[in-house]
């Protein structure tokens, strides 16, 4: 099992312009999430999925964009993008099901910076 | 009052040195505890689990669990080079909630 993927790892982007950033994951797992993580300020959820097809805001949605059509994808798109977007972003999945705890596993982080 | 809260330290120690981590927590209804180990440009991975009060040991590594005073702590015995990395304290309130609250991640630097 790979486990969690994100691509790419880095990314510069100017203002104004838009990317996705990909996750992957092949664990099977039905939750989905996605963090950003800026220096010394531990790791913000931007926003999260239950299964395909149903995602929801978490802490800090503003400026993001979501979508989830298959259990293993988990896409996050920057529409307009702002300086105050430079960070780390992370994807992680979890499994609720039978057997399942609360773990979350990360992938390696993309790295973007806005200018 | 946060829900989570970490020294961010930074915590530098020498080789062989007994690390104590330590994060305490507001929502009494929090009944799982992890604590995350990231290394630099790197996802966090999970280090320990516990979800009761009392204590739970793994190698070198002692995860310890207050409910009363809601205060969890992250023990290192025999410290070494390699566990240089931020550590992060995670806490779920269980059921069908899913999210993880973190703190804000202990940087510690173990010297040679």
């Known amino acids: 099992n790979a486990g969690v993927t994100q691509t790419p790892k880095f990314r510069i982007l100017k203002i104004g312009q838009s990317m996705t950033l990909q996750c992957t994951q092949d664990?099977?797992?039905?939750?989905m999430y996605w963090y950003r993580q800026d220096p010394g300020m531990g790791l913000k959820l931007i926003y999260y999925?239950?299964?395909?097809?149903?995602?929801d805001k978490g802490e800090v949605p503003n400026g993001y964009n979501v979508s989830r059509s298959t259990t293993e994808d988990f896409p996050l798109r920057l529409e307009l993008a702002a300086p105050s977007q430079t960070s780390v972003y992370f994807c992680?999945?979890?499994?609720?099901?039978?057997?399942?705890?609360?773990?979350?596993?990360f992938g390696p982080g993309t790295r973007l910076t806005v200018t | 009052q946060k829900e989570v809260e970490q020294d961010p330290g930074p915590l530098s120690v020498p080789e062989g040195a007994i690390v104590s981590l330590n994060c305490t927590y507001s929502?009494?209804?929090?009944?799982?505890f992890m604590w995350y180990r990231q290394y630099s440009r790197k996802g966090p991975e999970l280090l320990m689990y516990?979800?009761?009060?009392g204590n739970k040991e793994d190698g070198r590594f002692t995860a310890q669990v207050d409910k009363s005073s809601k205060y969890i702590s992250l023990f290192i015995r025999d410290s070494q080079p390699s566990d240089s990395a931020t550590y992060l304290c995670?806490?779920?309130?269980?059921?069908?909630?899913?999210?993880?609250?973190f703190g804000k991640g202990t940087l510690l630097t173990v010297n040679p």
């Open positions: 992680a999945s979890s499994y609720s099901g039978s057997g399942g705890n609360y773990e979350q596993y």
């Open positions: 664990m099977n797992h039905n939750y």
């Open positions: 999925s239950v299964g395909a097809g149903i995602t």
């Open positions: 929502n009494s209804a929090f009944q799982y």
């Open positions: 516990t979800y009761s009060s």
């Open positions: 995670a806490i779920n309130s269980g059921g069908s909630n899913y999210k993880l609250t």
